[in-house]
Nanobody, 127 residues
Framework: HVQLVESGGGSVQAGGSLRLSCAAS????????MGWFRQAPGKEREGLAA???????AYAGGVRPRFTISKDNAKNTLFLQMTSLKPEDSAMYYC?????????????????????RGQGTQVTVSS
């Protein structure tokens, strides 16, 4: 199993930035993809970005250039740098991971289906 713990969420004004972190533990070496998705109240889960063990990244449409995914392999930590935040970015943000070597993933729909996910961190953007 893999444990994922998100941090870095909070309240910010529109135009501000946040960096989310996800500390991974357990069988992290088995995970091929790690990613982020979000869910706002009353809305579907929305995959944002994922990064593979070989460094390949996949972003949902409209995410770049405001959001950037990265990871620190030595610290088993995943990041999501978010800039120019908008009120519509307000949501619970989740870290996720999957061991399958999937290629050409459709980020928006696939990332929320990854096998493992954390408890989430809340992001609130005020206008």
């Amino acid at each position: 199993h893999v444990q994922l713990v998100e941090s870095g969420g909070g309240s910010v004004q529109a135009g501000g930035s946040l960096r989310l972190s996800c500390a991974a533990s357990g069988y992290t070496y088995k995970m091929w993809w790690m990613g982020w998705f979000r869910q706002a109240p009353g809305k579907e889960r929305e995959g944002l970005a994922a990064i593979a063990a070989d460094g390949t990244t996949a972003y949902a449409g409209g995410v770049r250039p405001r959001f950037t995914i990265s990871k620190d392999n030595a610290k088993n930590t995943l990041f999501l740098q978010m800039t120019s935040l908008k009120p519509e970015d307000s949501a619970m943000y989740y870290c996720s991971a999957d061991p399958l070597h999937m290629t050409n993933i459709h980020p928006a729909s696939v990332i929320p289906l990854f096998d493992y996910r954390g408890q989430g961190t809340q992001v609130t953007v005020s206008s």
